[in-house]
């Protein structure tokens, strides 16, 4: 059971990790056999999507509970602020990996196939295995379209995307005009300021899913077309994701600033959400530029 020690408070053993733990398994499981065609893919990736929403609606239901009792000293809040730091710096290396591989793809990869890459090693394996080959990003002409349909043109840059980037960017004012009204104790403001957090969120989410639709049956762009169509999908997709579980978590944080439970001392929720947030922002900037403009 939980205990309080003075002002160290030692919470109670939980099943939820290992719960967490299994979720993840199940939906990454399930996601590369869905890949491959498996029957059992899709059922499985749900399931594990749904003991993954299980385990984060019990956890922090558990958290919350804690809170509002008053147990955390700031002994917990300094390791709950660890805790978000570590978080945010994993998702940091996660996309950062993608970047990377976005990167290697144009630098080395595409330019050693055309036979551009300054190495006579490169030029040779362009005579021989794909003279008419001509590596420029992006890449709607793939060295060899038998394999990977190429996709018909290349993903509009300021029409969507653009709108896209500036939702997201309005979207971190109101949710730091949210956080001010927070500090002030002035309750409209911080209720306001979330729900167009929220709204704006599920906006860009409704944009990007017109997107997708219009990729698959405008510009013949799928995961099946070639690198152009894999990274692009691998980046925006993620980050599709990511959006998507930011915008459940403003959307937590604005039921519980309509019940009060957030005061100017005692909202590090909120704090963490907003973190997130602007991480999910900043991201989205490094892919508009790399991935829909350059």
């Given amino acids: 059971m939980s205990q309080s020690y003075g ?7 939980s099943h939820w990790p290992i719960v967490g733990s299994l979720g993840l398994f199940c ?20 399931v594990g999507l749904l003991i993954i929403f299980i385990m984060m609606y019990g956890w922090f239901r558990v ?18 602020r660890w805790g978000m730091v570590w978080f945010i710096f994993s998702e940091v290396c996660f996309f950062g990996a993608f970047f990377g591989a976005l990167y290697y793809l144009r630098t080395y990869g595409v330019t050693w196939l055309d036979g551009t890459y300054p190495d006579s090693s490169a030029h040779l394996t362009h005579l021989m295995l794909w003279p008419d080959f001509k590596g420029l990003w992006p890449l709607i002409n793939n060295p ?26 309005t979207s971190g004012a109101t949710l730091t005009w949210a956080h001010w009204g927070l500090q002030k104790n002035s309750r409209w403001q911080l209720v306001v300021g979330l729900f167009l957090t929220v709204a704006l969120g599920a906006t860009f989410l409704g944009f990007q899913a017109y997107e997708y639709g219009s990729a698959y049956a ?5 995961l099946n077309s070639g690198i152009y169509g894999t990274t692009f ?3 925006t997709g993620f980050h599709g994701l990511h959006v998507t579980i930011g915008t459940i978590m403003l959307i937590v944080m604005l039921i519980r600033s309509i019940k009060g439970h957030f005061s100017t001392h005692n909202h590090f929720a909120f704090e963490a959400t907003a973190w ?7 991201v989205w900037l490094i892919l508009f530029i790399f991935v829909y403009w350059l």
């Fill in 144 to 169: 060899d379209n038998s394999q990977f349909m190429p996709p018909k043109d290349v993903m509009d840059t300021w029409g969507i995307p653009a709108l896209n980037t500036l939702i997201l960017l």
């Fill in 63 to 80: 958290v919350v509970k804690e809170n509002l009792a008053g147990l955390y000293s700031r002994h917990v809040d300094h390791s709950f």
């Fill in 276 to 282: 997130y947030w602007h991480f999910v922002d900043v």
């Fill in 27 to 46: 939906t990454l499981l399930g996601a590369i056999n869905w890949l491959h065609d498996q029957v059992l893919g899709p059922y499985l990736f749900g």
């Fill in 233 to 235: 999908f691998m980046l």
């Fill in 218 to 222: 405008h510009h013949g762009l799928t």
């Fill in 7 to 13: 002002n160290y408070y030692l919470p109670e053993p």
